[in-house]
């Protein structure tokens, strides 16, 4: 089969010869031959040597996605070598009960998203190009894991901007509203009309590693979504834990997911996390530990200043809730915002709220969310346990 071919600029990015699979348009000499959007074609540079093979999209500024920098054909066996490959590299993580199957960019497979909960499998399609692959997805996925269902959940903006229609069913088999799998000893349940694909796994050696702080403690897990930080409290021995969340339909989750696990000493509130920080103030309720496990602040470098105001804010608030050497959990889930970044406004949030922290551990991503330096977007997770003294007490 004659494929386009898309030729790049003279001077080429070192980005995209040291492994990122991302060309922009403004990235691109010219185009020969044929194509329609989401298309396999061939790359090469502005000397005519080849540089790979990914798929196309002229609607999308990233508009064309590298799969391999061999020229072969993208067929099932190319995306069962990929799965294969992923699963390779997830090491010991197999054996869980649930794990991020394929991580886009990170595993080679661009677009593409599969988380497993315990027997079934949640699917994105989120490129034009890695959609048009979904029966060799979908057939390698059957044949790997025999799973009794697969639901795509395939939605938002960025998919509407690649020219795909939102999906959220199952396109194999069926399966519960509520998909119950095991994390840390602990029963979950991810949300099929929930976000992303039901449940957040990337947070769990993060939520682990909290529990070791748990015993005892009165506890506020603020966006807890469907509760994963504040369960692993409990199950750590925690006093009580306050679950905060502006979604009603997450909070629901969470009382459902506290039955499953026989824990009775929590509280579940539906509201804006900002307003809820704020008022605990002023009603001076102080806390062992608070959890701030926010959505991303921000989705693209114009909102960098925004998001940087918002988790000043959020941890300023939780530093000022605290109890003397308590002890904050604090994340960012966005790329954006760089590690440093990110610690650089905790510790200018602690210079205002007249406070010394003392950093019990710095987490990241587990294996199955895989981090890869050649592709920065990748590292996105970063995590923070603190403790928080005041400076008169020292």
């Known amino acids: 089969?004659?494929?386009?071919?898309?030729?790049?600029?003279?001077?080429?990015?070192?980005?995209i010869l040291n492994g990122h699979p991302w060309i922009y348009d403004n990235e691109i000499e010219k185009i020969e031959g044929d194509f329609e959007n989401g298309d396999i074609v061939h790359i090469f540079t502005f000397a005519n040597q080849f540089l790979g093979v990914g798929y196309i999209n002229t609607n999308s500024k990233i508009t064309v996605r590298i799969l391999s920098r061999k020229p072969i054909e993208i067929s099932k066996e190319f995306i069962?070598?990929?799965?294969?490959?992923?699963?390779?590299?997830?090491?010991?993580?197999?054996?869980?009960?649930?794990?991020?199957?394929?991580?886009?960019?990170?595993?080679?497979?661009?677009?593409?998203?599969?988380?497993?909960?315990?027997?079934?499998?949640?699917?994105?399609?989120?490129?034009?190009?890695?959609?048009?692959?979904?029966?060799h997805i979908i057939d390698v996925l059957l044949e790997t894991f025999n799973p009794k269902g697969i639901f795509e959940r395939t939605e938002g903006s960025a998919v509407k901007k690649e020219g795909l229609e939102e999906k959220t069913e199952w396109i194999y088999g069926n399966g519960p509203e509520l998909i119950p799998f095991e994390i840390n000893g602990l029963k979950f349940l991810a949300d099929t009309k929930g976000q992303k694909t039901g449940a957040?796994?990337?947070?769990?050696?993060?939520?682990?590693?909290?529990?070791?702080?748990?015993?005892?403690?009165?506890?506020?897990?603020?966006?807890?979504?469907?509760?994963n930080f504040g369960m692993h409290l409990l199950k750590g021995g925690a006093k009580h834990v306050t679950f905060v969340?502006?979604?009603?339909?997450?909070?629901?989750?969470?009382?459902?997911?506290?039955?499953?696990?026989?824990?009775?000493?929590?509280?579940?509130?539906?509201?804006?996390?900002?307003?809820?920080?704020?008022?605990?103030?002023?009603?001076?309720?102080?806390?062992?530990?608070?959890?701030?496990?926010?959505?991303?602040?921000?989705?693209?470098?114009?909102?960098?200043?925004?998001?940087?105001?918002?988790?000043?804010?959020?941890?300023y608030r939780s530093m000022k809730i605290l109890k003397n050497n308590g002890i904050l959990a604090t994340a960012s889930c966005t790329q954006v915002v760089s590690q440093k970044e990110f610690e650089d406004i905790i510790v200018d949030a602690g210079i205002d709220a007249k406070v010394i922290l003392r950093l019990l551990y710095r987490g990241g991503q587990p294996i199955d969310h895989p981090q890869v330096y050649n592709i920065l977007e990748t590292m996105y997770l970063k995590f923070l346990i603190l403790q928080v003294s005041n400076i008169k007490s020292q």
């Open 200 to 227: 957040f796994l990337d947070q769990r050696e993060n939520a682990k590693k909290l529990m070791e702080f748990a015993e005892g403690k009165e506890c506020l897990d603020c966006f807890s979504y469907t509760g």
């Open 80 to 135: 069962k070598s990929r799965i294969n490959d992923a699963l390779k590299n997830r090491y010991n993580i197999v054996k869980e009960d649930a794990y991020r199957v394929v991580f886009g960019e990170a595993d080679g497979l661009p677009g593409l998203i599969v988380d497993k909960f315990g027997d079934y499998l949640s699917v994105q399609f989120n490129t034009l190009g890695i959609n048009k692959l979904k029966n």
């Open 245 to 315: 969340d502006y979604s009603e339909r997450a909070i629901d989750v969470a009382k459902e997911i506290a039955k499953l696990n026989n824990f009775q000493n929590c509280t579940f509130i539906v509201a804006n996390a900002f307003d809820f920080l704020k008022e605990e103030f002023e009603n001076a309720h102080l806390y062992d530990i608070v959890v701030l496990d926010p959505p991303s602040f921000a989705k693209s470098a114009s909102s960098r200043d925004a998001a940087f105001k918002g988790y000043k804010e959020i941890n």
């Open 1 to 15: 089969m004659q494929h386009a071919k898309v030729m790049l600029k003279k001077d080429i990015k070192r980005r």
